[in-house]
């Protein structure tokens, strides 16, 4: 992990847009993913999304990069150590990545008092958008609350009335679950009762599903990802729950990153989510095929997140960025049309606007596919008490 690398563009060296462009050398990148522990899979995807849209958008920039990647293990105190071995002795130029909301809280501080933009491809901690915003943070990937919000009224919209919720104890599972409640509480639904099990540390579900069966609930939501999201939906399953209490959640429960490693449990199970592999664009079939082509596999949100993260860096550089500050003040205006549709970054917080897709995994020809039942429009978070400074000076 601690190894740099250098990624194989074409046109290495100059390009004729970019003659003067002021990164002399390769422009140095920070990638900060946990690439050990529950979110092991997840990093995976990001890095190959990354370096994807390196190769596919990186060509005609100009510029070259170089990859110095740290493993933050899902632990806030080594993401922040992480943080400043790149930033003070690698030097780096910009960092990407952070997979957890944890590590994200836990760094903030460093990225925006060392003045270094931090591309946040994964990790949705609302406050990093929100009353701790920067303009050294710009968000590619999603907050907590955008993905869960809209399911407050679909849900009460559908029939559901009464919901247990269930999410692992730290920073993304409360504030999913608290995006919701507010939400499906203001459409009318009642959330009945709530467990929170042990973040990296539950194993056995069964004393939660139990709550969950005695509430009475109508169904189940919850937030569960990577690992803790193939025990949790197998065994919900495995409880004989499904039937009677059908399963929501945010859409990282079933992602196409691990759906088939969960199975027929995870089949008929309902969620929402930013981006699913089977959104119908042209830009998401080119993003299919070539991922595919590359790892073997269909790109999950996760893939894509790294893909469009590579995308607006580079989109920032074309755009003149010549340095950490430049490239700071550039990445929040990139704009382009990519697998997810219109990506656009909200000045007002550095988030990005999009629409949120409710869908279901279905059994498909090649295994569990996602098939959407509604798609939400793009509703910019509330400032959340976020007052971005005009200018980086
Ligand atoms: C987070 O901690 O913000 C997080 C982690 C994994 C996900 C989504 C959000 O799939």
């Not at 989510?273 to 991922?291: I, K, M, Q, S």
């Not at 429009?377 to 509330?382: M, Q, S, V």
Request: hydrophobic share 45%; with cysteine.
């Amino acid at each position: 992990m601690k190894t740099t690398l250098k990624t194989a563009l074409a046109g290495l060296a100059i390009s004729t847009a970019m003659s003067s462009a002021a990164f002399a050398e390769d422009i140095k990148v920070g990638v900060l993913l946990p690439y050990s522990g529950v979110f092991a899979a997840l990093a995976q995807d990001i890095d190959d999304g990354f370096t994807l849209g390196l190769e596919t958008f990186g060509a005609d920039s100009g510029a070259t990069f170089q990859l110095v990647r740290e493993d933050t293990e899902v632990k806030p105190p080594v993401g922040l150590a992480k943080t400043k071995k790149l930033v003070l002795q690698d030097e780096v130029d910009v960092l990407m990545g952070v997979v957890s909301s944890g590590v994200l809280g836990a760094i903030r501080d460093t990225v925006d008092g060392a003045k270094v933009p931090l591309i946040v491809a994964n990790a949705g901690n609302d406050e990093a958008t929100g009353k701790d915003c920067s303009p050294y943070i710009t968000r590619i990937s999603f907050s907590n609350q955008q993905v869960n919000r809209p399911m407050g009224q679909w849900m009460v919209d559908q029939g559901v009335k009464r919901v247990f919720t269930i999410a692992p104890d730290y920073a993304a599972g409360r504030q999913m679950i608290d995006a919701f409640t507010t939400a499906f509480t203001a459409a009318g639904g009642e959330v009945i009762g709530q467990d929170w099990p042990a973040f990296q540390k539950t194993q056995d579900y069964g004393p939660f599903l139990a709550n969950a069966r005695a509430s009475g609930a109508d169904a189940v939501f919850v937030f569960f990802a990577g690992g803790e999201a193939i025990s949790f939906v197998k065994q919900y399953d495995s409880f004989g729950m499904k039937a009677a209490m059908p399963l929501y959640g945010s859409g990282f429960l079933t992602s196409s990153l691990y759906v088939n490693a969960q199975g027929p449990a995870a089949e008929g199970v309902i969620t929402a989510l930013h981006y699913v592999p089977t959104l119908d664009n042209p830009e998401n079939a080119a993003l299919v095929a070539a991922f595919k082509a590359k790892t073997g596999r269909i790109p999950s949100e996760y893939a894509v997140q790294g893909y469009d993260s590579a995308r607006a860096l580079i989109e920032a550089v074309k755009s003149g960025a010549t340095d950490r500050q430049t490239l700071a003040a550039a990445l929040p205006k990139v704009s382009f049309t990519g697998p997810r549709g219109e990506l656009k970054i909200d000045p007002a917080t550095n988030n990005v606007i999009q629409p949120i897709h409710v869908y279901e995994t279905v059994a498909g020809a090649d295994g569990l596919t996602q098939k959407v039942l509604a798609t939400l429009p793009a509703e910019a978070d509330p400032a959340n008490g976020c007052t971005m400074p005009a200018a980086i000076n």
